[in-house]
């Protein structure tokens, strides 16, 4: 357990990398790495592409790895062309869905609004959405490191949000694929706001729980998973090999 008590959640986010070899081989490792390590407390989350969703879930049946996905569409379906709903990602096994990476921010314009929509329709689907804030270089340079947190935050959640179908990504976007990490006194205050202000919007905002992610590697895992607030870890790089990944998923307590 978290200091929070809360149980940890480590995510791989795949990206836009994998193909169907990499399903069987790094599904297949982890699977079995799983088996042979039933007391590793973290709950553990792939999420591949979602082309590779359903082979995913069948590679991880009967095991406790969980399969995720890394957006989805805000409508349950229509004239959308080439979008995916949640209820679609359901269907294919998806348990979880990543919703405003700083990669759709940025690449596909997606504003808070939009993350917090999408989240409304993956809780319809009984997907678990894990909502992305973090600040740029830019605005952490001058000081708004918090500020801009908060207020994506506010606007990215969705109004019937209760604590366990809810899960807060902290990814400052200078951090994510660089190798660089804020310093853990950094984390902390950022966590520690989070954390104030759901507990401020939520009666049970104590217990949502708080990944941080950026340049999560099994080097730095153990002393970014064992401060305060930090409740798991959302990792990009790191979780394409199955080794990194399961020693970060081991590195929770
Ligand atoms: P990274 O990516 O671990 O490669 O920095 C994290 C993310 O973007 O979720």
Same mark, same amino acid.
């Given at each position: 357990?978290?200091?929070?008590?809360?149980?940890?959640?480590?995510?791989?986010?795949?990206?836009?990398?994998g193909s169907r070899s990499m399903v069987q081989n790094l599904v297949g490792d982890l699977?079995?790495?799983?088996?042979?390590?039933?007391?590793?407390?973290?709950?553990?989350? /792939?999420?591949?592409p979602a082309t590779y969703l359903t082979a995913a879930t069948?590679?991880?049946?009967?095991?406790? /790895?969980?399969?995720?996905?890394?957006?989805?569409?805000?409508?349950t379906s229509g004239a959308h062309t080439g979008d995916i709903s949640a209820g679609m990602l359901a269907d294919c096994g998806a348990?979880?869905?990543?919703?405003?990476?700083?990669?759709?921010?940025?690449?596909?314009?997606?504003?808070?609004?939009?993350?917090?929509?999408?989240?409304?329709?993956?809780l319809k689907a009984e997907l678990i959405p894990i909502i992305c804030?973090?600040?740029?270089?830019?605005?952490?340079?001058?000081?708004?490191?918090?500020?801009?947190?908060?207020?994506?935050l506010e606007a990215s959640l969705p109004a019937d949000a209760i604590a366990d179908r809810l899960v807060i990504a902290y990814e400052p976007v200078w951090a994510i694929g660089t190798g660089r990490t804020p310093s853990s006194a950094d984390v902390e205050a950022v966590h520690a706001h989070l954390r104030r202000l759901l507990g401020a919007w939520f009666e049970d905002g104590h217990q949502v729980r708080l990944l941080y992610g950026g340049s999560?590697?099994?080097?730095?895992?153990a002393e970014l998973l064992s401060l305060p607030e930090v409740n798991g870890a959302l990792v990009g790089g790191a979780s394409l090999k199955a080794?990194?990944?399961?020693? /970060?998923?081991a590195a929770a307590r």
């Open positions: 357990m978290t200091t929070s008590g809360l149980r940890p959640l480590v995510a791989g986010n795949w990206k836009m990398n699977v079995s790495k799983s088996r042979a390590n039933p007391f590793v407390v973290a709950e553990v989350l /792939i999420c591949p069948e590679m991880t049946e009967g095991s406790d /790895i969980l399969v995720g996905a890394q957006d989805c569409h805000e409508a348990r979880y869905v990543i919703l405003g990476h700083s990669e759709r921010r940025v690449d596909h314009g997606e504003p808070s609004e939009k993350v917090a929509a999408k989240a409304v329709a993956a804030v973090g600040e740029t270089l830019a605005e952490r340079d001058a000081g708004k490191t918090l500020s801009v947190v908060e207020a994506q999560v590697k099994p080097q730095n895992a080794d990194d990944f399961w020693a /970060i998923a």
